[in-house]
């Protein structure tokens, strides 16, 4: 069978299961809608660490753990870990995984990291290359405030289009075989970039990239939206995803029946105070590892298209009057092999 | 035929080619003893841009679109790029392809993201998920001293165990089939981190990564060091070369005859003051690109081992007390097909 379909999608051939998730998540999203499905919430932004950054660090090293350990791993059956951050220099992931002693890709893909990593999983596995691998992310409101905008402390004003970003950590374990759900379409995206120089709006600035990168997979698999129970876009947000319910359409797609954002579904939008919605890489992580693997495991739903989107500008670029490069990338899960 | 072998190192089996590699050099590098081997060499720092990061993204840009050229490729023929670069948040590569519209997997390996991108898509074409990739990465003296360190007008003292990050950036063409040089073997490294804390110490951060793949390439392979031509650690520069050149004969394997470090290749250590060599993201990959494909194509060396290092931390890390994670992954190359 061949793997390539149209311009940026492969097919997964061979049977490769999602076989566990973990998710651990801070203490406002152990507030809100989701937090019956974390495997851990913290009490604290420190977690017992002296450091916001070590606070990351120790959080993907539990998720990547938890995960290894409700999937029945040996730590030894893991052949690569894929994982990234938000971090300069991806220090929540080198510092956390560092004991781990998997051999390690890392990625930066910003809040698009979750879907990259398993993306990468997938193919590794169906490719041959291994048995089982693990995909992994993390994101701290404190860690991207102070890293991305101001001091904590300073106490800073947030604009109405700003998102939250999301204190979580995401692992999920894959392999060769088991019992699904099953991962079966990657469609990798591009970077698009509409001039959008407005780094308290991310979510009006990645919007067209998940647009884009949806309007490929459908025209790469020939599937219409109402093919899946559920799509999400990663951290897009309300402005972001009010784009694309608006957008979409005008291509031909209808999504006006199952289609959320990971932004607007980890936060009570009425209640949390969250402004646009949540981001960051452990937005969409953690919304995958514990409420939406928890519900293609309970059959609530069986085909799920799950496409994480990343804001790739760094304050430095802003500073330069550079506009935000994005990319959003689409993972398809289902609980039929081979769908 | 397998794919896996040992722990840590797949064989690549079908022909994945490398086709073509550019490599573009910063000044001082362009007067070094590899400068008849790149492609374009900046008369200054900036090359007609008004910030370093802008010169540093248009470096990768034309190292990808020159590499593509030598291959004699279209653009609507490369199915994924794999790039990073040294930067917060990756900008170098983000803005330098954003205008290339080709399916992207960002990376972050640090110094190590040559070899990196290079093992990925080798993995992708060999596993049927492309039929051409390109790897490419970037690094710029001035973007990574700011960044890293202190800013330049300063003038800051360095260190005799300092590195001089190199102003350079690769990119290489991979593609099925093709006339080689081939990628035969991927062993992708862990993290070590022998708890080394001095950031101007980044080759003695770095040399127990490179022993610790190098290991586990031969022990997975059943090589000894002698089955190649040449065998080149990424930029452990002089202090960390010296630590690989003692410790790995204790491990019973000799490299005596057929050991170099790009980072002691790219500059004239004698004349240039470079302290302990060169550095960064650039220099494995332009040595790589530049010197040692050249060297692979007119049969100079047929079997080359390419050990590109990295050191995952970064100035918060440090300022935190943090020692020095490091990682290498190895790509074997060969002028024999299935080597």
Not at 60 to 77: F, L, P, S
Not at 105 to 127: K, P, R, V
Request: hydrophobic share 40%.
């Amino acid at each position: 069978m061949t793997k390539r379909m149209g311009s940026q999608t492969v097919a997964i051939n061979s049977n490769v299961s999602l076989l566990s998730g973990a998710a651990i998540a801070g203490k406002k999203e152990g507030e809100g809608p989701l937090k019956k499905y974390f495997d851990t919430i913290l009490e604290d932004a420190e977690w017992g660490e002296q450091t916001w950054e070590k606070t990351e660090s120790k959080m993907q090293k539990e998720a990547v753990i938890t995960a290894i350990n409700k999937a029945n791993c040996r730590v030894n059956d893991i052949h690569y870990i894929f994982a990234g951050d938000l971090l300069n220099q991806c220090i929540g992931t080198s510092f956390g995984i560092r004991e781990l002693q998997f051999p390690f890709f890392g990625l930066y893909g910003a809040c698009s990291t979750m879907a990259e990593s398993i993306s990468l999983s997938a193919m590794m596995i169906d490719g041959g290359f291994a048995q089982t691998c693990v995909a992994a992310t993390s994101s701290h409101f404190c860690t991207a405030e102070r890293q991305y905008r101001m001091p904590l402390e300073y106490g800073g004003q947030r604009t109405p289009t700003a998102q939250w970003t999301v204190t979580g950590a995401g692992a999920a374990v894959l392999a060769s075989g088991g019992t699904g759900p099953y991962i079966t379409h990657i469609t990798t995206g591009k970077i698009v970039d509409m001039g959008v120089k407005d780094a308290n709006n991310m979510g009006g600035a990645m919007a067209p990239a998940a647009i884009d990168t949806l309007k490929a997979h459908f025209e790469d698999t020939g599937r219409m939206p109402n093919y899946y129970d559920l799509i999400v876009t990663g951290d897009l947000g309300q402005i972001g995803s009010e784009i694309v319910k608006e957008l979409m359409p005008d291509m031909g797609y209808d999504m006006s029946q199952n289609y959320n954002d990971c932004g607007c579904m980890i936060f009570d939008m009425e209640k949390q105070d969250v402004h646009a919605g949540g981001s960051g890489c452990g937005c969409s992580a953690i919304t995958l590892t514990g409420y939406l693997l928890e519900q293609l495991k309970t059959k609530a739903i069986n085909n799920l298209l799950f496409v994480a989107t990343g804001a790739l500008l760094s304050p430095t670029s802003t500073l330069q009057g550079e506009s935000i490069p994005s990319i959003a990338h689409a993972v398809a899960i289902s609980n039929t092999m081979n769908a």
